[in-house]
C-alpha cells in the first residue's frame, strides 16, 4: 500500500521544522558557547597580563635593565677605548693558527712570527692595558640582529700573545713575558664587557688561554717580585660573578624582546613571521602556529614569557649561591620547563654550563695568583714555600678556592710546585691534571684543576708539541705528493720542515734577545 502524497508533503514539513529547531538551537548553543569562550579567553588574558606586568615591574622596582641598550658599556672617549685599539690590532694581525702551533714548538720560527706580528703584539698590550672598552654596536637594533665579530678575533690575539709569552720566557726576558700574560687576561675582561652569554664565554675561554701562557712561562722562568705582584693585583680585580649577571640580565633583556617582536609580528624566526622581498610567501605548520600562539593564544603566550623572566631571574640568583648549591639550582631549572611554555623551552640556553665555566675560570685565576704570590717568595727567600701559610705571612692575600669555599691545596716538591683546586666533583684527586686523551670529561672524570709550575713537565710538553707538529708536517708534506703526483706533475721538497726544540734555550736564559719593548 502506497503512501498518499498528501502524507508524504505533510512528513517533509514536519522534518523540515525539526531540522530548522535542530539548527536554530544548535546555533545558539554554539553562540552562546563562543560568547563564553571568548569571555573566558578575556579573562585570562586579563589575568595572565597581569602576571606578565607584575614580572616586569618586580625587574624595575629592583632597578634591573629591561633592554640591553641599558646593559651596554658606556662609550669613552676614542683616545681611552681600547675597542679601537683592537680594531687596528686586527687590521695588521695575518697570522694562521698553524703558525701558533708551531712558534710555541719552535722558538726561532716563534721568533720569526713574534716578529712579522710586533705592530699588532705591541697595539694588542697597549688595548689590554687600557681600563674602557666599548665596540660600535647599535644595542637598540633588535636582538637577533646583533653580532659580535670581535670575539673571535679576541681569541686569536690572545693565542698569538700566549706564543709571544713563551718566546720572551725562552729568551729570558721573564718580565715582558709576564705582561704578554697579563694583555691576555685584559683581553678576556674586556670581551666580558658585552653584556651576553657569549661574551662572557668568549672571556673564560680566554681567561683559561692565558692561564696555560702563563703556567708555561712560571715553570721555565724567574719574574721579578714587582712584575708577579703588578699581575697579581691585576688578577685578583678580575670580574667572576659580575660578568656573569650582566651577561644573564642581558639574555633576559633579549628574550624580553624577543617575546615583543613576536606580539607585534615583527621577524623575531626569520621565515615564521616574515618573507623576504623576492620570495614567494611561504605558508606552513610552523607559521600558522606561531601566528596563532601570540594572538588567539594570548593567556599561554603571556604565561610563556612570564616563565621565562621568572627562570632568567632564579639563574641570576643562582649566580650568587655557592657551589654546589649553584649547580643543583641550575640542574633544576634546566629541567623545570613545562611543555605549554613552548617559546621558554626552545630559547633558553643551558646555563648550566655557563656557569660551571665561570666557576672553572674563577678556580684557573685563583690557583695563577698561588702560583705568582710562590714566585715571587723564592726570588726574595730563594726557595719556594713548604706551606701556604708563609705565603699568607709574607702579606699575599691569597684567594680561597670557589668549588669547595676552602683554601686551595698546595704540594711543593724540589723546584716544582703545584696548587689545585677540587673542581666540579669537589674530590682532591691529589693534584691530578685533567688528561684529554683518556676519554673523561674534566668536570666527572678524577681530575682537579691544576696549576703545575715544573720546568722539567714544561719542557716535556714543548717537545711534544715540536713531534706533534713534525707528525702533522711529514703527513702534510705525503698528502701533497701524493696530490701532485696524480695530477701528473713532478714533486719537490717545498714544504718547510718544523725544527725540533732541543738547542738548550727553552726555559733558560740561553739565546740572545732579539726583541726588547721597552717603547710599550
Same mark, same amino acid.
Given at each position: 500500500?502506497?503512501?498518499?502524497?498528501?502524507?508524504?508533503?505533510?512528513?517533509?514539513?514536519?522534518?523540515?521544522?525539526?531540522?530548522?529547531?535542530?539548527?536554530?538551537?544548535?546555533?545558539?548553543?554554539?553562540?552562546?558557547?563562543?560568547?563564553?569562550?571568548?569571555?573566558?579567553?578575556?579573562?585570562?588574558?586579563?589575568?595572565?597580563?597581569?602576571?606578565?606586568?607584575?614580572?616586569?615591574?618586580?625587574?624595575?622596582?629592583?632597578?634591573?635593565?629591561?633592554?640591553?641598550?641599558? %646593559?651596554?658599556?658606556?662609550? #669613552?672617549?676614542? +683616545?681611552?677605548?681600547?675597542? =679601537?685599539?683592537? &680594531?687596528? @690590532?686586527?687590521?695588521?694581525? $695575518?697570522?694562521?693558527?698553524?703558525?701558533?702551533?708551531?712558534?710555541?714548538?719552535?722558538?726561532?720560527?716563534?721568533?720569526?712570527?713574534?716578529?712579522?706580528?710586533?705592530?699588532?703584539?705591541?697595539?694588542?698590550?697597549?688595548?689590554?692595558?687600557?681600563?674602557?672598552?666599548?665596540?660600535?654596536?647599535?644595542?637598540?637594533?633588535?636582538?637577533?640582529?646583533?653580532?659580535?665579530?670581535?670575539?673571535?678575533?679576541?681569541?686569536?690575539?690572545?693565542?698569538?700573545?700566549?706564543?709571544?709569552?713563551?718566546?720572551?720566557?725562552?729568551?729570558?726576558?721573564?718580565?715582558?713575558?709576564?705582561?704578554?700574560?697579563?694583555?691576555?687576561?685584559?683581553?678576556?675582561?674586556?670581551?666580558?664587557?658585552?653584556?651576553?652569554?657569549?661574551?662572557?664565554?668568549?672571556?673564560?675561554?680566554?681567561?683559561?688561554?692565558?692561564?696555560?701562557?702563563?703556567?708555561?712561562? %712560571?715553570?721555565?722562568?724567574? #719574574?721579578?717580585? +714587582?712584575?708577579?705582584?703588578? =699581575?697579581?693585583? &691585576?688578577? @685578583?680585580?678580575?670580574?667572576? $660573578?659580575?660578568?656573569?649577571?650582566?651577561?644573564?640580565?642581558?639574555?633576559?633583556?633579549?628574550?624580553?624582546?624577543?617575546?615583543?617582536?613576536?606580539?607585534?609580528?615583527?621577524?623575531?624566526?626569520?621565515?615564521?613571521?616574515?618573507?623576504?622581498?623576492?620570495?614567494?610567501?611561504?605558508?606552513?605548520?610552523?607559521?600558522?602556529?606561531?601566528?596563532?600562539?601570540?594572538?588567539?593564544?594570548?593567556?599561554?603566550?603571556?604565561?610563556?614569557?612570564?616563565?621565562?623572566?621568572?627562570?632568567?631571574?632564579?639563574?641570576?640568583?643562582?649566580?650568587?649561591?655557592?657551589?654546589?648549591?649553584?649547580?643543583?639550582?641550575?640542574?633544576?631549572?634546566?629541567?623545570?620547563?613545562?611543555?605549554?611554555?613552548?617559546?621558554?623551552?626552545?630559547?633558553?640556553?643551558?646555563?648550566?654550563?655557563?656557569?660551571?665555566?665561570?666557576?672553572?675560570?674563577?678556580?684557573?685565576?685563583?690557583?695563577?695568583?698561588?702560583?705568582?704570590?710562590?714566585?715571587?717568595?723564592?726570588?726574595?727567600?730563594?726557595?719556594?714555600?713548604?706551606?701556604?701559610?708563609?705565603?699568607?705571612?709574607?702579606?699575599?692575600?691569597?684567594?680561597?678556592?670557589?668549588?669547595?669555599?676552602?683554601?686551595?691545596?698546595?704540594?711543593?716538591?724540589?723546584?716544582?710546585?703545584?696548587?689545585?683546586?677540587?673542581?666540579?666533583?669537589?674530590?682532591?684527586?691529589?693534584?691530578?691534571?685533567?688528561?684529554?686523551?683518556?676519554?673523561?670529561?674534566?668536570?666527572?672524570?678524577?681530575?682537579?684543576?691544576?696549576?703545575?709550575?715544573?720546568?722539567?713537565?714544561?719542557?716535556?710538553?714543548?717537545?711534544?708539541?715540536?713531534?706533534?707538529?713534525?707528525?702533522?708536517?711529514?703527513?702534510?708534506?705525503?698528502?701533497?705528493?701524493?696530490?701532485?703526483?696524480?695530477?701528473?706533475?713532478?714533486?719537490?721538497?717545498?714544504?718547510?720542515?718544523?725544527?725540533?726544540?732541543?738547542?738548550?734555550?727553552?726555559?733558560?736564559?740561553?739565546?740572545?734577545?732579539?726583541?726588547?719593548?721597552?717603547?710599550?
Amino acid at each position: 500500500m502506497t503512501e498518499a502524497p498528501q502524507d508524504q508533503a505533510s512528513r517533509g514539513r514536519r522534518f523540515a521544522r525539526w531540522l530548522w529547531r535542530v539548527l536554530r538551537w544548535s546555533c545558539r548553543f554554539w553562540l552562546i558557547a563562543l560568547a563564553l569562550l571568548a569571555i573566558l579567553w578575556a579573562v585570562m588574558t586579563a589575568r595572565t597580563g597581569r602576571e606578565l606586568e607584575a614580572e616586569l615591574n618586580a625587574i624595575r622596582n629592583r632597578g634591573e635593565p629591561l633592554t640591553v641598550a641599558e %646593559l651596554a658599556p658606556e662609550v #669613552p672617549p676614542d +683616545e681611552k677605548n681600547a675597542a =679601537l685599539t683592537y &680594531q687596528t @690590532a686586527f687590521d695588521f694581525l $695575518t697570522l694562521g693558527d698553524l703558525d701558533v702551533d708551531h712558534g710555541r714548538a719552535d722558538v726561532d720560527l716563534g721568533r720569526e712570527v713574534i716578529d712579522q706580528q710586533s705592530t699588532s703584539i705591541r697595539l694588542l698590550i697597549e688595548a689590554a692595558e687600557t681600563p674602557h672598552c666599548a665596540w660600535p654596536i647599535d644595542y637598540n637594533a633588535p636582538g637577533h640582529t646583533l653580532v659580535f665579530p670581535h670575539f673571535g678575533r679576541m681569541r686569536s690575539a690572545a693565542r698569538l700573545l700566549s706564543m709571544d709569552s713563551y718566546v720572551l720566557t725562552a729568551e729570558g726576558d721573564h718580565d715582558e713575558a709576564l705582561r704578554s700574560c697579563g694583555a691576555i687576561f685584559g683581553i678576556a675582561e674586556h670581551a666580558k664587557a658585552d653584556p651576553v652569554i657569549i661574551g662572557a664565554l668568549v672571556g673564560y675561554a680566554v681567561q683559561g688561554i692565558g692561564a696555560m701562557a702563563l703556567e708555561e712561562s %712560571l715553570s721555565l722562568g724567574q #719574574p721579578s717580585p +714587582e712584575a708577579c705582584r703588578t =699581575l697579581f693585583d &691585576q688578577l @685578583a680585580s678580575t670580574s667572576k $660573578t659580575e660578568s656573569m649577571r650582566r651577561a644573564l640580565m642581558g639574555e633576559r633583556a633579549l628574550g624580553i624582546q624577543f617575546f615583543e617582536d613576536i606580539r607585534a609580528g615583527r621577524g623575531a624566526l626569520g621565515r615564521a613571521f616574515s618573507d623576504p622581498p623576492d620570495a614567494a610567501p611561504y605558508v606552513g605548520p610552523g607559521r600558522l602556529m606561531l601566528s596563532f600562539y601570540p594572538t588567539l593564544g594570548r593567556p599561554l603566550f603571556n604565561l610563556d614569557e612570564a616563565a621565562f623572566m621568572r627562570h632568567l631571574n632564579a639563574n641570576i640568583e643562582a649566580i650568587d649561591l655557592p657551589w654546589p648549591q649553584s649547580r643543583d639550582e641550575m640542574q633544576r631549572l634546566d629541567y623545570e620547563h613545562p611543555a605549554r611554555h613552548v617559546l621558554t623551552s626552545m630559547i633558553v640556553p643551558v646555563f648550566r654550563r655557563a656557569a660551571l665555566s665561570m666557576e672553572r675560570a674563577s678556580a684557573q685565576v685563583g690557583a695563577a695568583q698561588i702560583a705568582l704570590a710562590a714566585k715571587a717568595y723564592r726570588a726574595e727567600h730563594g726557595r719556594y714555600p713548604e706551606w701556604l701559610s708563609e705565603l699568607a705571612a709574607d702579606g699575599w692575600e691569597l684567594p680561597t678556592d670557589p668549588f669547595s669555599g676552602k683554601p686551595y691545596h698546595y704540594r711543593r716538591e724540589g723546584d716544582s710546585f703545584a696548587v689545585w683546586s677540587v673542581g666540579p666533583n669537589m674530590a682532591d684527586n691529589k693534584g691530578t691534571p685533567y688528561n684529554p686523551r683518556a676519554g673523561m670529561s674534566w668536570e666527572d672524570g678524577p681530575y682537579d684543576i691544576t696549576f703545575i709550575c715544573d720546568p722539567l713537565r714544561a719542557r716535556e710538553q714543548a717537545a711534544e708539541r715540536a713531534a706533534d707538529w713534525e707528525e702533522q708536517e711529514r703527513q702534510r708534506a705525503e698528502e701533497e705528493a701524493e696530490s701532485q703526483r696524480r695530477e701528473g706533475f713532478r714533486y719537490g721538497t717545498s714544504v718547510r720542515r718544523g725544527r725540533p726544540v732541543g738547542d738548550g734555550r727553552v726555559g733558560g736564559p740561553g739565546g740572545s734577545v732579539s726583541r726588547r719593548r721597552g717603547a710599550r
